[in-house]
């Protein structure tokens, strides 16, 4: 019998130890790199949907039986790669099957979610009520009817984006370089323009040498003044002290980050630390991906992809 470790919910273990069968005994581990490894080392699969623990090319080393990684995320930036090349050891990713995660919205909620608590001042305003407190004058909100989104990568996050701020009456105009068939209802920009025009601007890119710092001191400064600012992707792909540099001065009205570079090592980050003092930045614990139903149909499609080379019918 084959052995997989688990990183994540207990909603994707449980879909993981379905679609193994018989085939592996899949064991459920903590996300803590120590008492990881261990585990890792004797595993010949693993199989991650937590993305909290970074697997270093000395833990795969470490791992002769090891012959499989997936991940039940769209990114892998928290895997190294030498030691997996070295080894021929291959990793799927979801941003290897989009088949599979069209139709999956939960990121794309909480990236709105974020975009409407921002617009309509919903955290500050309930603290207010939740004090004893009724001056509706302290939280104008934003009427986003006649308003721009500008979307920074038009694929399957973005266009759900796309869709929600047409039924709220917004423009769309989006900037993607490498998107083939353009969708109807967003304005193709440059990005330089997209950052100009937008009343929210909102980032779905995967990481890449390429998109790393893409959001840039620059695109912070085209923005509106009171514009406002949301990451789901990953931190890296802004220039996080340029972003925390506009919000301090005012320049941005708010911006909405379920991503921080360095994550989930957060507790001394500087925009950690600016939200402690300000209401005008939401973060979350990169949850936009995380919702029970979601996790289960992405773990199961994983636990198949590592049975297929497991049992040498893919490699």
Same mark, same amino acid.
């Given at each position: 019998?084959?052995?997989?470790?688990?990183?994540?919910?207990?909603?994707?273990?449980?879909?993981? =130890?379905?679609?193994?069968?018989?085939?592996?005994?899949?064991?459920?581990?903590?996300?803590?790199?120590?008492? *990881?490894?261990?585990?890792?080392?004797?595993?010949?699969? *693993?199989?991650?949907?937590?993305?909290?623990?970074?697997?270093?090319?000395?833990? !795969?080393?470490?791992?002769?039986?090891?012959? !499989?990684?997936?991940?039940?995320?769209?990114?892998?930036?928290?895997?190294?790669?030498?030691?997996?090349?070295?080894?021929?050891?291959?990793?799927?990713?979801?941003?290897? +099957?989009?088949?599979?995660?069209?139709?999956?919205?939960?990121?794309?909620?909480?990236?709105?979610?974020?975009?409407?608590?921002?617009?309509?001042?919903?955290?500050?305003?309930?603290?207010?009520?939740?004090?004893?407190?009724?001056?509706?004058?302290?939280?104008?909100? #934003?009427?986003?009817?006649?308003?721009?989104?500008? =979307?920074?990568?038009?694929?399957?996050?973005?266009?759900?984006?796309?869709?929600?701020?047409?039924?709220?009456?917004?423009?769309?105009?989006?900037?993607?370089?490498?998107?083939?068939?353009?969708?109807?209802?967003?304005?193709?920009? %440059?990005?330089?323009?997209?950052?100009?025009?937008? +009343?929210?601007?909102?980032?779905?890119?995967?990481?890449?040498?390429?998109?790393?710092?893409? !959001?840039?001191?620059?695109?912070?400064?085209?923005?509106?003044?009171?514009? *406002? *600012?949301?990451?789901?992707?990953?931190?890296?792909?802004?220039?996080?002290?340029?972003?925390?540099?506009?919000?301090?001065?005012?320049?941005?009205?708010?911006?909405?980050?379920?991503?921080?570079?360095?994550?989930?090592?957060?507790?001394?980050?500087? #925009?950690?630390?600016? %939200?402690?003092?300000?209401?005008? #930045?939401?973060?979350?614990?990169?949850?936009?991906?995380? %919702?029970? +139903?979601?996790?289960?149909?992405?773990?199961?499609?994983?636990?198949?992809?590592?049975?297929?080379?497991?049992?040498?019918?893919?490699?």
């Amino acid at each position: 019998m084959f052995e997989v470790v688990y990183l994540g919910a207990k909603e994707g273990f449980e879909a993981a =130890v379905a679609r193994a069968g018989d085939a592996a005994r899949v064991t459920m581990a903590e996300a803590v790199p120590n008492r *990881f490894a261990p585990l890792l080392a004797n595993a010949d699969a *693993f199989l991650d949907a937590s993305m909290r623990v970074p697997i270093t090319d000395a833990m !795969v080393e470490a791992s002769p039986r090891l012959k !499989v990684i997936a991940t039940a995320t769209t990114g892998s930036d928290h895997i190294a790669r030498m030691a997996l090349e070295k080894c021929g050891i291959p990793i799927f990713t979801l941003k290897d +099957d989009p088949q599979v995660i069209r139709n999956l919205t939960p990121a794309a909620e909480l990236s709105w979610a974020l975009a409407m608590a921002l617009t309509r001042r919903l955290v500050p305003a309930a603290a207010h009520t939740r004090a004893g407190q009724w001056v509706r004058e302290g939280f104008p909100g #934003l009427m986003l009817r006649g308003r721009t989104l500008g =979307v920074v990568g038009c694929g399957r996050i973005g266009q759900w984006m796309a869709r929600y701020a047409n039924a709220f009456g917004m423009r769309v105009v989006g900037y993607d370089p490498f998107l083939e068939t353009w969708p109807d209802n967003i304005e193709r920009c %440059s990005l330089e323009k997209v950052a100009a025009e937008a +009343d929210i601007l909102s980032v779905h890119v995967h990481l890449s040498d390429k998109t790393r710092g893409l !959001v840039s001191a620059d695109i912070f400064a085209r923005m509106k003044k009171g514009a *406002f *600012f949301i990451n789901t992707s990953r931190g890296a792909l802004a220039d996080e002290a340029a972003l925390l540099a506009v919000l301090e001065s005012g320049h941005l009205g708010g911006a909405g980050l379920d991503v921080l570079e360095g994550e989930p090592d957060i507790a001394s980050h500087p #925009l950690i630390a600016y %939200s402690q003092r300000h209401d005008n #930045l939401l973060i979350t614990p990169h949850c936009g991906g995380f %919702s029970p +139903d979601a996790v289960r149909i992405v773990c199961a499609h994983a636990m198949g992809r590592i049975l297929s080379v497991l049992e040498g019918n893919s490699r």
